[in-house]
């Protein structure tokens, strides 16, 4: 599984590197879902934890509700792949 995970994140970040050389437009947009990812992302955080504070919930096993949150999972899903695409697009022009 871990396997799969990995490989998907490369196929991802390496299309998204794609996107990203060949069309300034998708440069764009590649960009603005990453920020509207890490808000999704803080939020549902910040939310995991706000809540198990006001609730006086013990910290460990509350929090872990974060993770059933498709929100979450999305976003941070797509972090992988594009930031592995930042990394392979600094490497790609510092070459040229």
């Not at 955080?45 to 059933?68: C, G, I, R, Y």
């Not at 498709?70 to 070459?95: E, K, M, N, T, V």
């Amino acid at each position: 599984m871990l396997g799969l995970v990995i490989l998907a994140a490369v196929v991802g970040g390496v299309l998204l590197l794609w996107l990203r050389l060949a069309h300034e437009s998708a440069r764009w947009l590649l960009d603005v879902l990453a920020v509207a990812a890490y808000l999704l992302f803080f939020g549902e955080s910040a939310h995991a934890v706000m809540k198990t504070l006001l609730d006086d919930t013990v910290f460990m096993t509350q929090v872990h509700e974060v993770l059933l949150s498709p929100l979450f999972l999305i976003s941070g899903a797509y972090f992988g792949p594009y930031g592995l695409s930042l990394l392979l697009a600094q490497i790609w022009r510092r070459d040229k």
